[in-house]
């Protein structure tokens, strides 16, 4: 270190990189004794330098030439909250390089290219923290690598994108259309202008691979996670969850099953009783059932400047006490290849909801389907609409692909007009992964 003062490089000064600006200067003397040192914020990078911002940092420390930052022997850390893969990956692997200690909230380049960038931390012996790549401001990574570090995880199942969860919580409460719900989720700054990494299970997507590789120590990217969004939930689906008593979440779910690690995004019909259930508007949470702890829930905003610069700030004061111990601390090495399990074998109950013909010998035909693939029928309901009934099935536990040659095989039954809706049920916590 230069002097006494810790020297950071700012790179990003939008919402995460300014809310943490200003909780540096607000919360200077907290900071400075559980770090040990002073921290300030040196230098900025931006694309805008003219740009005005709600930040007490003086104009001559913004500068748009990023890389000048990261390899200034005057910076001793470098947060990096610019987001996406360049220049970021570029920008913080010539930081690792040059010997910085780095934070990032950077999930789609964490999800991408974390092994290769953890690695290189790891090398170059100097740590690369990435608290608020997950859920923002809940701890999430830190849990996992150090409170829980002696236990085996078996699952990890999140709410972890605020902008779904709050347009499912409207369309499920006040009866919203997804359009209606997505529009005010937009007028909100809940949901972007193009919303389709929300809303198709992207950015949740992202998460989930940065969950299981911290949960399971195993190379998992974004292209392991089976992905799935919420653009094709219907009324009926909420309507129908209501009724049996579910609610319809869209759900990062990472668990380890005889060696393998599974990954999925997808909406699910979750119980009443299951503490996820209870998970309303913005909010995130994350559920994790470990051998020997059995089930914590961690809970608050997944989003926001404030929530997800706490989470970086938390970083930055453990990698300046690092700094000043002289080393780093436990960064993510050990990483193993572990096979993908393919989503077709994956196993759960599932709902259906079905258009068919209402005639004598329907019904038997479709259950013939049922039986013919293996897969159980728990629960049936009917009900009547003019020449046409509607059909709600909830099966037992069944292999994917079992369920999905049913539904090809449905497709081909007369009497059935249309298979509107397939969802996966979630079984009660701690039942069979
Ligand atoms: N916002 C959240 O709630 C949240 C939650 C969790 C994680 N994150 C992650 O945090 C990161 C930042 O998110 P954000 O919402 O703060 O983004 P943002 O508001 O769009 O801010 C991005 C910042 O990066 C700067 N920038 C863009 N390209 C640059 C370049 N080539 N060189 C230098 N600076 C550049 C921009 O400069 P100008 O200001 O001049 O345009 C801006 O200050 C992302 O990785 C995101 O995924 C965000």
Avoid: W
């Avoid at 799935?228 to 668990?255: C, H, N, P, Q």
């Avoid at 508007?281 to 809970?299: P, Q, T």
């Avoid at 728990?378 to 009900?383: G, N, T, V």
Wanted: hydrophobic content about 45%; charged content about 25%; overall charge negative.
């Amino acid at each position: 270190m230069s002097d006494a003062t810790v020297h950071v490089g700012l790179l990003g000064c939008g919402n995460v990189g300014a809310a943490l600006a200003r909780l540096v200067d607000e919360h200077a003397d907290l900071i400075t004794s559980r770090a040990g040192v002073p921290i300030e914020i040196t230098r900025v990078a931006v694309q805008d330098p003219t740009r005005r911002r709600d930040v007490k940092l003086a104009p001559e420390r913004f500068t748009t030439d990023a890389a000048a930052i990261v390899t200034d022997p005057d910076i001793d850390v470098v947060v990096e909250v610019i987001g996406g893969v360049e220049p970021a990956r570029s920008l913080i692997t010539a930081a690792l390089a040059a010997g910085k200690p780095v934070i990032t909230g950077n999930k789609e380049l964490i999800a991408k290219h974390g092994p290769e960038l953890f690695e290189a931390a790891a090398a170059a012996g100097v740590d690369l923290l990435f608290e608020a790549s997950v859920a923002g401001g809940i701890p999430l990574i830190r849990p996992l690598r150090e409170s829980l570090a002696g236990d085996r995880i078996k699952r990890v199942t999140g709410i972890v994108n605020g902008t779904t969860n709050y347009i499912l919580t409207r369309m499920t409460e006040e009866g919203s259309s997804f359009a209606e719900a997505l529009a005010d989720a937009q007028a909100l700054g809940y949901a972007e202008a193009d919303p389709t990494a929300d809303v198709e299970g992207h950015d949740a997507a992202a998460k989930a691979a940065i969950i299981a590789t911290v949960a399971f120590g195993a190379r998992v990217r974004l292209d392991d996670v089976h992905t799935e969004g919420i653009t094709g939930i219907t009324d009926d689906d909420i309507a129908s969850a209501r009724l049996l008593g579910y609610v319809v979440k869209l759900l990062a779910v990472a668990e380890e099953l005889d060696g393998a690690v599974a990954v999925r995004v997808h909406p699910a019909m979750v119980p009443l009783h299951h503490p996820l259930a209870a998970v309303r508007d913005s909010f995130n949470a994350v559920l994790i059932e470990g051998e020997a702890v059995g089930e914590l829930m961690l809970y608050g905003r997944g989003a926001g400047g404030g929530p997800t610069a706490s989470a970086v700030l938390g970083d930055l004061v453990d990698a300046v006490r690092n700094l000043a111990a002289g080393g780093k601390g436990a960064t993510l090495t050990g990483l193993v290849d572990r096979p993908i399990r393919p989503i077709g074998d994956s196993e759960s109950q599932f709902y259906l909801f079905m258009e068919v013909a209402d005639r004598p010998g329907v019904l038997a035909a479709i259950a013939g389907e049922f039986g013919r693939h293996g897969v159980s029928i728990q629960s049936m309901e009917q009900r009547g609409l003019g020449a046409d009934a509607r059909l709600v099935f909830i099966t037992h536990r069944a292999r994917e692909e079992d369920l999905r040659a049913t539904l090809a095989a449905l497709g081909e039954v007369d009497p059935v007009h249309r298979v509107g809706s397939v969802l996966r049920v979630t079984g009660d916590v701690g039942s069979e992964p």
